[in-house]
């Protein structure tokens, strides 16, 4: 409490977290600012590279940890889906996960995936997965495949229902019937998949832009400024935000 006094504001990466921190006792307000996909990121041309195979397929990107979740999506996919799940990082939980998927065709370890080589991965996927079991802060994952207009289909947990809501690019789940059930509509409805990755790219050139994100700070230093009186360093935030 003694060093809060000294802070002029806290500010919270999503709405999840100034909840969390709240219920952790904090009494202070935080100031949800999300987020966001740098201009040279966001504008990078699409990649031009073919699909890494022909049969469709989902995406997890991400540590191969427990508390990551992948453990309840592997059991989704068996030798008769007419998708696969491609999983792309690793972890000290990935022995595990490739025992729980030993004698499924449809699951792939791709191992390490260079930055550059994500961008085909996420573009050609029906959907990115995000089956996280932590309260993640705000993950960049969901932009990058926003980005790709992939959508997402993520556990009703922490930012994502948020993300999803804001974006209207997603699916929540918060079991394995409704995981499942995300999967499948995904898989056939090719109009929707569509729509939803058309609105998650828009959502990451408008709502998570670096402007956005600049312009929403600089407001925020603005606002400080003229409640202290600070009439000076309000005008250089005033002036410092981008067109």
Not at 214 to 236: P, Q, S
């Amino acid at each position: 409490e003694d060093s809060l006094a000294h802070v002029d504001a806290l500010i919270g990466l999503s709405q999840s977290v100034a909840n969390n921190h709240r219920a952790f006792g904090l009494k202070r307000e935080m100031v949800p600012m999300a987020s966001y996909m740098p201009d040279s990121a966001a504008n990078a041309r699409k990649s031009g590279a073919p699909p890494i195979q022909e049969r469709p397929y989902f995406l997890f990107v991400g540590r191969l940890e427990k508390f990551k979740g992948l453990q309840d999506v592997i059991p989704c996919f068996d030798n008769t889906s007419p998708a696969d799940l491609l999983i792309a990082g690793t972890g000290d939980f990935e022995p595990e996960l490739r025992t729980l998927a030993s004698g499924r065709e449809t699951v792939r370890f791709l191992g390490n995936v260079r930055p550059d080589d994500l961008g085909g991965l996420y573009g050609h996927a029906i959907a990115l997965v995000a089956p996280s079991q932590c309260y993640e802060v705000f993950p960049m994952v969901a932009l990058e495949a926003f980005r790709e207009s992939t959508p997402v289909i993520a556990r009703d947990l922490g930012p994502y229902r948020q993300i999803i809501e804001e974006s209207q690019a997603g699916l929540l789940f918060t079991d394995a019937g409704s995981l499942r059930e995300a999967l499948q509509t995904l898989h056939e409805d090719r109009p929707l998949r569509d729509r939803m990755g058309a609105s998650g790219r828009t959502a990451v050139e408008t709502r998570w832009s670096e402007t956005t994100a600049v312009n929403a700070w600089l407001d925020l230093v603005r606002a400080i400024a003229v409640e202290k009186g600070m009439d000076e360093t309000a005008g250089r935030a005033e002036a410092l935000r981008l067109n």
